[in-house]
């Protein structure tokens, strides 16, 4: 009994210590997972803010360094964690910076200047080293991570470098928004770590100090993250998950992400279980000490009377009486026999009572073992089922967890058979969970163009580990059940399991994000009076025009036109109706020429007109007339009925002679020779030469 009880005790022993360490260990490698995607998707942000910068016109321009100023500081105020951004020219100069720092310096050796002259750069951790003394000063030192890249003006010429130094708290408001709330309560440290070894965040002890951990060395080869128990230089046992940035190729820092729990801690609760255990055998063994003893004496109390009666006869008392005792079956027989048998035989008495002793003990060894390993299997049986019911309930809180999760959830096997499928999935693709579970996921939400690339890339992950999907976040497009396919955002994971891989995959419908992001890009380049094309997307336009017009060996026009004495209208009879006459003079443009052609409102009563794939110079001035003809009809306004006029300046290009003009001079070409004909007169087509311009 005593080996039985030992042995389920080291036996349950060593199963909640290995479900306790996997337990620990999967904890801190999703929080080291999370870490690095929090690092790398804030990266990403600082990034796109950077790509936008450097697009913007006035940036590219480069002119109006005040207003250059004020974007820089109004990026700076959205985002803090931006401790300097700033614009240098080709030769190293700083042009224009938030706040002015810098300005007129050189930063031509910084390593941020001159790899961003050639294209989208990335500083690592490093001290701050011009700006120390100009930034505000703060308990800890400077610490910058960099980001720059090359500004281009409007006809592509590199015109200086942007850079972004990105404050050190940046990391460290990440780690205490993820980590810091479990640090405190549960011990739990994060490090973020450079390639060569340094500690860049972590504890105070650690930072700016190199390590050389197995965790550390094992992050730099993982791909996926992992988890292990190792002990640290300073002599302590830690449970330690660990993972490493770098795995979407928009991320170009490569930092270890290290999170460590005490071992001590991690397993404080499996030790309390431990104790407890401990003491509840120990109890069951005092109890079953005391309930020996109390039978014991029961069954051995009326063998007692017995031998009391018989040692009294064999002292020569014969007046007294032996005992019949009907306790149990056994002593009943011997007393019984012993009435009957007394007076004949002394020795053959002698050897029953032997023979009695010898079956009382017996029946009493054999009744307490029996009893004992009943209630050693009962308390087996009771833990059993008590660990079972704990994994029945974990099992049924995670299926609620994604049966309610916002994202839909699907699982399916390294065969590409589903298994789980989540009522989120069931309203984003149409299936119902019992018409998706066992079917191949390809052949459900994969469209048929993108399944070939599909099942390579399952090939190659299940060959050699490598993927481009797994513990990314894409966009691509979903098979709905009715057929059509819709824009999803799918982030892939995988477990590894003893009989191969579970593929774990949350979407979430993209559609209403992309349809804002067209519809931004559509009301940055229309004007919202007229709803014609923006002086934005005219500057776009009108160089894609000159370019189709030299491939065509085609000659290409343009008007630049104004409404004669608007400010006139606008006086007398109001903005409202000054905005309705610009409204119709808009739809007569729209109506005076074809739809290959491009009307566009730059600025006021300001209009351009871009004519393609004409024969003759003549077919330009034709235009305008009919413009002129269209603009001479009275316009008929709610208050009012105006009559009006325009002056229009044509500039012709000819890209076989004229290949070497730019957008700005065609413009200025016809610009000058709107004022000419305002000059001879006004409501007249004037046609600009190259010389003008």
Same mark, same amino acid.
């Given at each position: ?49 950077l790509r936008i910068l450097v697009a913007r016109p006035s940036i590219r321009e480069g002119k109006d360094l005040p207003h250059m100023r004020d974007v820089l500081n109004e990026l700076q105020a959205n985002v803090p964690n931006y401790a300097w951004i700033g614009m240098a020219a080709p030769d190293g100069t700083v042009l224009v910076a938030t706040n002015g720092l810098l300005e007129g310096q050189s930063v031509a050796e910084r ?127 830690? *449970? ?35 104790? @407890? ?66 007076? @004949? ?23 307490? @073992? ?21 994994? =029945? ?31 989120? =999935? ?122 189709? =017009? ?73 235009? =305008? ?22 002056? *229009? ?45």
């Open positions: 009994m005593l080996i039985t009880t030992v042995s389920v005790l080291i036996l349950v022993d060593q199963f909640t210590r290995g479900y306790a360490r996997s337990e620990a260990e999967m904890r801190l490698k999703q929080l080291a997972w999370q870490m690095q995607d929090a690092l790398e998707r804030s990266m990403t942000e600082r990034q796109i803010d390593p941020w200047f001159k790899e961003g002259q050639r294209n989208f750069y990335s500083a690592d951790y490093h001290p701050a080293m011009l700006l120390e003394q100009k930034l505000p000063q703060q308990q800890e030192p400077w610490r910058f991570v960099d980001i720059s890249s090359p500004v281009l003006d409007m006809q592509g010429r590199f015109v200086g470098v942007m850079g972004m130094h990105l404050s050190w708290t940046w990391a460290r408001e990440i780690a205490a928004k993820l980590i810091d709330p479990a640090g405190e309560r549960y011990g739990v440290e994060v490090m973020i770590v450079r390639s060569d070894g340094t500690v860049m965040l972590g504890p105070k002890a650690l930072e700016e100090k190199k390590i050389d951990t197995d965790s550390f060395r094992a992050s730099q080869k993982s791909k996926g993250g992992g988890a292990m128990l190792e002990r640290w230089p300073d002599g302590s046992r830690y *449970i330690t998950g660990f993972s490493h940035t770098g795995q979407d190729e928009r991320m170009m820092l490569k930092w270890s992400v290290i999170v460590r729990q005490p071992e001590h801690v991690a397993l404080d609760a499996f030790h309390s279980l431990e104790r @407890r255990v401990i003491l509840v055998g120990a109890l069951i063994g005092a109890v079953l000490v005391i309930l020996a003893y109390v039978l014991t004496r029961r069954l051995v109390g009326p063998v007692n009377d017995l031998s009391a009666a018989l040692e009294l006869r064999t002292s020569g008392v014969q007046d007294v009486q032996i005992p019949l005792v009907n306790s149990y079956r056994e002593v009943q027989l011997l007393s019984s026999s012993l009435v009957n048998m007394v007076e @004949r035989e002394e020795t053959y008495l002698r050897e029953m009572r032997t023979l009695n002793e010898n079956l009382e003990q017996r029946v009493a060894e054999r009744t307490s @073992r029996l009893h004992e390993t009943a209630i050693a299997l009962q308390q087996s049986l009771d833990l059993q089922h008590a660990n079972q019911i704990k994994l =029945a309930e974990s099992a049924d809180e995670l299926r609620a967890i994604l049966e309610n999760a916002q994202d839909a959830f699907i699982a399916a096997d390294e065969q590409g058979v589903i298994v789980e499928w989540n009522r989120q =999935a069931e309203l984003l693709l149409g299936w119902m969970r019992t018409e998706a579970v066992g079917r191949q996921m390809a052949e459900l939400i994969i469209p048929l163009d993108m399944r070939d690339a599909h099942h390579r890339g399952m090939k190659e992950f299940l060959e050699n580990g490598t993927s481009v999907v797994i513990n990314n976040r894409i966009e691509l497009q979903a098979l709905h059940h009715d057929g059509h396919e819709l824009p999803v955002e799918i982030t892939v994971g995988h477990v590894k399991r003893h009989s191969g891989h579970l593929f774990i995959a949350f979407l979430h419908d993209i559609t209403e994000r992309l349809a804002f992001r067209d519809q931004m890009r559509e009301l940055a380049l229309t004007d919202m009076l007229t709803n014609l094309p923006n002086r934005r997307a005219f500057s776009d336009r009108l160089p894609e025009a000159m370019m189709r =017009a030299r491939r065509a060996h085609e000659l290409m026009a343009l008007f630049f036109m104004d409404i004669d004495g608007f400010k006139g209208v606008n006086d007398r009879y109001g903005h409202e109706a000054g905005d309705e006459l610009l409204i119709q003079f808009a739809q007569r443009l729209l109506n005076s020429v074809r739809d290959v052609d491009t009307v566009s409102r730059l600025a006021g009563d300001e209009f351009v007109v871009i004519l393609e794939k004409l024969q003759t110079q003549q077919d330009a001035i034709n235009v =305008a007339d009919k413009i002129l003809n269209a603009i001479r009809v009275p316009f008929e306004l709610t208050h009012s009925r105006i009559n009006v006029s325009s002056s *229009i300046g044509v500039a012709v290009y000819l890209p076989d002679e004229d290949g070497e003009i730019g957008p700005e001079e065609l413009l200025a070409m016809a610009d000058k020779a709107m004022y000419a004909a305002k000059r001879r007169g006004k409501n007249r087509v004037e046609v600009g030469k190259i010389t003008d311009a």
